[in-house]
């Protein structure tokens, strides 16, 4: 089994950003865990982080053939990026949305993901342990076959 | 530590209702489930259901004090109980919001959670085993003070 | 054939509410006409009242499995008790809502229908005789096998 | 006692229409029911159908004045004739709303009715058993003089 | 000079209508005065009434050539008649909406004008008179040109 | 009779506001005008202008008790003064709200007006002899009672 | 005379709810006062709290007949339970509904409340006080025969 | 094959409306362009313009059975007319829709259209030649089976 | 201590405006009914009435800085005057919002106040003993130190 | 002549993406195809797809000088590149906008175009022949002086 | 050349309102900063500032024909002063409007300027200096004679 | 001090761009003017230009480390670009906001800002010398400690 593991604009930038909001742990630590807890279940994954929607949308486009469900925090794309949302369609896997912050007790414009709908689900507020959570859900869904 | 796992109206006919969308496993078996693990972590559980908004006000109300934390899946209450929602706060413990389907890809009113800007974090789409995942972010969180 | 008569929050109290509004009739009498009428058809009838929205979904849960179809009006809920409404749904029986007033032409809260949306159809602004109407086209309807 | 039986656009067209959602009875034989049931209860029946708001006005018009009641299917008309609503009010009848279906579960626009506000009711939902349905609440509302 | 006088939809029943809110006078009544005067100020006027959007559109396609300026008493169209209002910008002659009521005391679909905003004014609430004034100001404004 | 020839901010202006909009007639030219015609209707008219809200509401309670009726153009007021409004509803007279320009082509925020619902009637679009059709229907509804 | 003084949910919590927002008076010490205060007026106070809608509903039902007015804070019910209201216009008494808290500076579901329309008077932002001023004020209204 | 070319109102003015807008080409030779076309891929064309939405649906009730695709432009009834849109679906064919002018970047009103939901496609924009182009299209797709 | 009494726009008219909505007391009467309740209380008031915004805004920029409290009816100024908020925000004294009537069972215009959400907090609907009881809950509040 | 052929996100994936709603015809098969078709108008044709929008802006930068027209797709960007729409109209040229889809009958936020209100126009839901078309409307109006 | 520099509500009380959000320099202070600028520029100054609306339009009806350019900070009338902004149009001058703070991440009601899109620009968040920024750039554009 | 100056989509088209709304100044000359005057000011400048979202999130991610405050004009990025947004957030700099036309009195989607409220100020209309201006507030604001 393999998994994309997606990450949006800014994220690059984790530890730096604001600590009270996404906590101090950086990205390639994060990738590192996943990856940690990935080899434990078995599970191959792929990272990428971008700033720009062309080039998530490049990457899933090149990688989602031979993946089997996808992992992304879009970032701030969460909110408008419908293009990134049409590749995630195209890429017709599993998708569990991830955001380090609660986004319902934050600004109003991040309340509303265009994401969300094409999901399987979404893990939100737990910090960087969300996506620990998000690839052993993905796992156990497949492995139940759903 | 003590964890108080609620489930608000009509959850207590999983395996009844739609098994499309909410699975086919029982709330006996899913409050179990959560037992079973929170054991392996060493964490209590307190588990209530109701169909009544009122009755799951006066759980929160008389079982809170005692309690780290709180798992709540306010069933349709997600969408207008305020006076729920007042109880969660009044409690004043870390909340993880959650939902055995994806209500972003359901009926228009079932997209806003009045619960969820009160709640630490949200997990959404995962079915029964979402409750699981917010029994560990939420032991993970108290065991990294945050 | 059995059909569940429900009613919700202050329909105990007809009679004694707006009579301009509501008629004079009380909910006892209206019961028994449906009753009457139901055994006329060969319809069985079980009615339930109560002013709490948890305990019309006790009743829905432990009675639908039971009954050919639903007759509810469910007073001020239908316009915001979306729990009663996935009960409803869970239920899996045609629903005729019945409303005794024109809820049309009152308050602006009154014109949007939560129930509507799930059920077969509405009756709504003839007074008691559309509970009778309802029972009438809910056999018929059965009958011809919709 | 006399009724109005007025049928809005495309009802003429009724038996060729999409019969899962409109039934597959023509309209020459839901009159004919309607003034089957009519003869019963010694009522006259006077029944118009137009594609065309101006023409359903004009025969409002014409017509109200010797008659007691008014059952319209204004088709899709219900959503923005507000010619053909003023024309209702003039003519200062007591008038029941008729849908085939549940105009709640479908469309967005069909959620609105113009014609609402001015009736004493509504059925929606029971085929064409609704205008049979609307008749005699009619006629049990004129005998109970309201 | 000639001028076209326009009736839409239920004027034709003036004296029948609410004569609380529109008056007693007939609209053969009303027609008459505004030709009286017309004649007085040495003004041609061809009048028209109809229930049928469309048959009011084939009037002004047919006159508007002829005419000078028109004044038209839209009724419901007002408030959704967008047709109507393409074939009045067509005719491209300066044009007085008339309201025999103030719309803007009555229900809310009566507040918007389709017509108003490719009208050069409006006159609302002073009953038939309106008519006059609208009459006398388009003559007024075309003999100082403008 | 006596009637209040009021007008709000900017009015002042006349002549010299833009011409292709307001025309280039002066206030004072249009204030003699309208009391030129009352002389002959045999009508008495006070007249006020102000840019201060609160004068024109100082002006109607020191006036309205011994006037009849109050022609008003209320400026950009129209939109949002609703102490004005309030004023205009305690003076209790028969009321014509005048505007020089067609305020419906105009910008969104000039197609509301708070004065309107609590008017007689509104005159829009024809300049300033819209104040003497205002004189003028004010007069005719008064001699007719109503 | 009586007085019902009804206290909606989570108001049984005061006193442990966040004493910033509510104060750190408890609800029976609020009773006591309310009740003294009442005794000092010859006033008969009932008192109810419950944190379920329905009853209020069964309360209000019960109590109202022999009741002269109501001094009711809905708590969270406040913005969505028309079905509390509905019980309180049958009721048909004066109504007094109280907030500790001004609900006007905090989120923006408690700026609307769906109880208001329906009473006498609203008394917001004083605290526990506030049940003393309604008292005062209803008992003064109703010696002044309004 | 057979194809009906339906206009609304107002297209029968071609060549007199607002050329800037619509061009100068007439609607018969509009016509005849398109029939010259359809002659040229052995396509029969039956064309009706109307101004009378009715008469648009009596022509859709009466030839679509006949027909295989429907071309129309609905005029200003492509923004409320849902009688005519419920007339189309029921002659379930494939429908082109057409404006000459792009309405897009026309008044707000003209940037809905009723009837685009219920057809295979919209060509807006280019004028008369948009007709052509609709003809091709449908005659393509068809030999294509879609 | 010493509160400013401060009314708006038509309060100084009352006892003239229409007595079934605000009553008929005078609001001399009334101001010397706070004073004498003030003067047992042991307070100062100095009251201000005017119906211009900038006058009021005058009056509390020049006197606030004596003063302990600030009781206000802001009349119709309640739903726009913005300029007033901001300087009863910069006055920086608690502030009771005081209406005769009740607001929120008015036009729906009246159900916004851009004050209250800078006051302590609001009395509606009380008639002039509303003010009485501003009085004694600001001197309450300030007695016990908020 | 000169064409610029601009394909936005995810367009590089058509026979890939949902055929059912895309067709199964790939991007080089359509540019292909556009320029067989342009070849025989004398047309030339520079064609681009990306999914990056600051991509597409600077190809539009770069060869719009040169260029007569353009013909865009722009993917998912239609509903919010705004950025890009600015680019299209630094352009300066006709533009016709096309999608493969009916985008009217999908999702809600297909339904709004940033890009339609400054293009010639626009044509939807007829496959890749909505590009052939786009090319013959645009080489037809140009030959035509518009 | 003459600039009107003129200030709004409670812009006198600079110094003593909320100096976090408005700075401690007082109006005085900024105006003599102004016009010591403006002696440097060779630009005379005439400053005025009140807190009614009314008063305002008078200074910008009498000043405006003797001045070249206005510099405005509105203060809260910025956001419903429609009789300013007519003021403002009428005086047909170049218009800087200036904020002190940042209006645009503050309160919801101070997002929406009426007076910004009938000026040149808006500098607003620089405190004072904003002021003299506003007058260099209109003397800039003034002598770059645009 | 070290300044940031970033400019968005199609700002390095300017000249070529609609000169009546962006002036015809190019960015280099613009960039080269802002230097300049940083040179006198004793401060550096670092300039950035790009089409693409991610690219200016990429360039302030690397530079604001070093730098003390942002000029950026983000081009039509300014109304829906929220991951730049979040980039500036992160870069915790005070911002300033530069536009060279009124975005105010353009179309409607330019009036939202979702940069604004994370800026410490906005210049707009004011074509490049507004740059110039946000340089010198920086730096001043920088000088005095705010």
């Known amino acids: 089994m393999k998994i994309l593991l997606i990450n949006g604009p800014n994220l690059n930038n984790l530890g730096k950003r604001d600590t009270g909001i996404y906590g101090n742990t950086t990205l390639p630590v994060i990738v590192a865990a996943v990856k940690k807890r990935a080899k434990e279940l078995k599970v191959q994954v792929a990272d990428y982080q971008s700033n720009v929607e062309g080039d998530l949308i490049d990457f899933i486009q090149d990688e989602s053939a031979s993946a089997d469900a996808i992992i992304i925090n879009p970032g701030a794309f969460t909110h408008y990026a419908y293009a990134l949302r049409d590749a995630l369609v195209d890429a017709d896997k ?3 949305e991830v955001h380090l912050s609660n986004v319902y007790s934050r600004e ?4 509303k993901s265009v994401i969300a709908p094409i999901a399987v689900g979404q893990i939100a507020g737990f910090g960087w342990r969300g996506y620990i959570a998000a690839l052993e859900l993905l796992v156990d869904r497949a492995k139940n076959n759903k």
Chains 1, 2, 3, 4, 5, 6, 7, 8, 9, 10, 11, 12 share one sequence.
């Open 108 to 111: 109003d414009f991040r309340h």
């Open 94 to 96: 599993p998708i569990a």
